[in-house]
């Protein structure tokens, strides 16, 4: 088995819950209202969590001295695999639940099917972290709800950012050549396999939120071959800063 | 954002079961526009240190608390009758368990 493959494919499961944590942790003190700062930055945690797992363990297949920390906080912004949904700016927070919503959808019904991974470890992190998908797929699902079927400006604003955000959501189903790989490897999950759990739930969601599903149009993709939008080298900058100024810095 | 009181949501109370425990004990109250979105939120913040494993969410103006200032007429009667207090039977052996 080719271990590089492993890893690139763990790596971008890794990469995908950093960056959407590191943007849900934005919100932390701006949120709109105290119970929902802290629902957001509970769900930024969960996230982090999710990216320790996948990191210690592509750490582990990488040796060479590297480390959860040193793929989070100095790899470079071609060398990070996440969607490009997930670099995609917070926005209002209607295109925060709506980031969310389209993110957990995928995310859940991916780790339903990693729980049976011909690996164990990549098994493991998914049966682990499906119980907290489960709980922000439930809290997303909510959110877009209320506010499609909420106020008028409730219902616009979460209009626009359907309009902002849905051509980044094919990229979600467009396999990578590691991730074909990592198929017929026996360990990685068949995205044409959840397409359409993911497609009807989204459906359900949004007919109960009265909101309009958009039309077929281009969809944007690259992220998990490292061609980012230009909000990952900004996103980086931040995050990475710390590590890089002061090397191997401990709190 | 608006501090109108009638554009506040409704305050909730609640209470939260702990795994060991039998009775859902009061934590603290929080917003929430229903009872859904209370439930969740009492989930996101008195849960997060697992403090519990059930919640009770009550919204605050159905619960009654008795007037602190009645508590002389209220309490106090009971202080003095030891006739109420099941301690003047002397309990068979066989009933091991009272």
Redesign the interface.
């Known amino acids: 088995m080719d271990t590089k493959i492993l890893i690139d494919y763990t790596l971008h499961l890794a990469d995908n819950a950093l960056i959407i944590g590191h943007r849900n942790s934005e919100w932390c003190g701006h949120g ?5 700062d ?2 957001i930055t ?1 769900i930024a945690l969960d996230m982090i969590g999710q990216a320790r797992n996948f990191y210690q363990y592509a750490a582990q297949l990488t040796g060479n001295s590297a480390t959860e920390d040193s793929l989070a906080y100095l790899r470079d912004e071609m060398d990070f695999k996440n969607n490009l949904l997930v670099e995609i700016p917070n926005g209002d927070w209607a295109q925060t639940v709506l980031r969310q919503f389209f993110f957990s959808t995928y995310q859940y019904f991916l780790y339903q099917q990693l729980q049976n991974s011909s690996d164990t470890q990549l098994a493991a992190i998914a049966e682990k972290s499906l119980k907290e998908v489960t ?1 922000h797929l ?2 997303s699902s ?1 959110w877009v709800i ?1 506010l499609g079927d909420g106020t008028e400006e409730s219902k616009h604003r979460m209009q626009n950012a359907i309009n902002e955000i849905w051509s980044y959501t094919g990229e979600l189903f467009i396999a990578a050549s590691y991730e074909l790989l990592a198929v017929s490897g026996g360990y990685g999950v068949d995205l044409s396999m959840i397409k359409m759990d993911w497609d009807k739930k989204v459906k359900a969601v949004f007919e109960e939120a009265t909101l309009t599903l958009p039309e077929k149009i281009w969809m944007h993709s690259g992220g998990k071959e490292g061609r980012h939008t230009e909000n990952l080298g900004f996103i980086l900058a931040e995050m990475q800063f710390l590590q890089r100024a002061y090397p191997n810095s401990e709190w | ?1 608006s501090t109108d009181i009638k554009n506040e ?1 409704p305050l909730w109370e609640v209470f939260i079961r702990s795994k060991q425990g039998l009775d859902h004990k009061h934590v603290g109250s ?4 229903d009872a ?2 209370a439930i ?2 009492a ?3 008195y849960t ?1 240190r697992m403090e519990g494993v059930s919640i009770w969410v009550v919204e605050s103006k159905y619960i009654h608390a008795s007037n602190p200032s009645d508590a002389a007429s209220l309490y106090d009667p009971a202080n003095d009758k030891a006739y109420r207090h099941p301690t003047f039977y002397d309990l068979p052996d066989e009933v091991k368990h009272m």
């Open positions: 709109p209202i105290l119970e929902q802290i629902a509970n709980y439930r809290w909510e209320r | 954002m949501w929080l917003h929430a526009a859904q979105m969740e939120n989930r996101d913040v997060r």
